[in-house]
């Protein structure tokens, strides 16, 4: 089975930087997607890592520890529009997506 | 329209009723998901097809059924609805099934009520 921890509320300021953080144990490993909710709508993806490391994305960046078992989501010159919810999901050994509860990020002015 | 549509849109639903939630895609994946969303709980997984003619339980399949005849269609079925089936419920799409890499892409939901 899965498990996978994330915060579930963080607020920031507008232009500044916040980082979400995701714990998880699986049962094999296929790769860490984080995808990003806004209230009403429906999940929409953001980033993949399989390797260990950082990728980056435009204003977003995603780290990868595989021997932690940890994943980071960093949303930089953080604007109004990036108040939503973000999600953390593995791909364990059966290649199904496993979701964590999400984080919901509100961005104030 | 390039995507997932789900219809309804929301219902309400007497407990014991009989219900079906459709679900259509147009981008030709092979792979498709139902997953319902509660608060506090995230998305969890209820059955899912890797390509047309299969399917498989997720993570809490028991009082949902799922069949897939063609590529676009992946219908789930409330056979007779709890009150604990009160969610909203997603499907998705990806190009394969099986895969790492495996994107999903979601339609915008059904929100059902079971009274």
């Known amino acids: 089975g899965q498990n996978i921890d994330q915060p579930t509320e963080m607020t920031a300021t507008e232009g500044a930087i916040v980082q979400i953080n995701c714990t998880y144990q699986t049962s094999g490993f296929n790769g860490l997607f984080w995808y990003q909710q806004h209230a009403g709508e429906a999940p929409t993806f953001l980033s993949y890592n399989v390797l260990d490391g950082l990728e980056e994305k435009g204003r977003f960046s995603s780290f990868l520890s595989r021997s932690k078992g940890y994943s980071y989501l960093l949303l930089k010159e953080l604007q109004m529009k990036d108040s939503a919810s973000y999600l953390c999901?593995?791909?364990?050994?059966?290649?199904?997506?496993?979701f964590g509860a999400g984080t919901t990020v509100t961005v104030r002015a | 329209i390039a995507g997932i549509t789900q219809a309804p849109t929301s219902q309400i639903l007497a407990a014991g009723r009989r219900m079906t939630l459709r679900c259509t895609q147009d981008m030709r994946h092979n792979a498709m998901y139902w997953y319902r969303q509660d608060l506090g709980l995230g998305l969890r997984l209820i059955h899912y097809?890797?390509?047309?003619?299969?399917?498989g339980k997720g993570e809490v399949p028991d009082g949902y059924s799922v069949s897939r005849a063609n590529t676009d269609d992946f219908p789930l079925t409330l056979a007779s609805a709890v009150p604990s089936q009160t969610s909203v419920y997603f499907c998705?799409?990806?190009?394969?099934?099986?895969?790492?890499?495996?994107?999903?892409?979601f339609g915008a939901g059904s929100r059902l009520t079971v009274l």
């Open positions: 999901a593995v791909s364990g050994g059966d290649y199904k997506l496993s």
């Open positions: 097809s890797n390509t047309a003619g299969t399917t």
């Open positions: 998705a799409s990806s190009p394969v099934g099986g895969s790492g890499a495996n994107v999903l892409t």
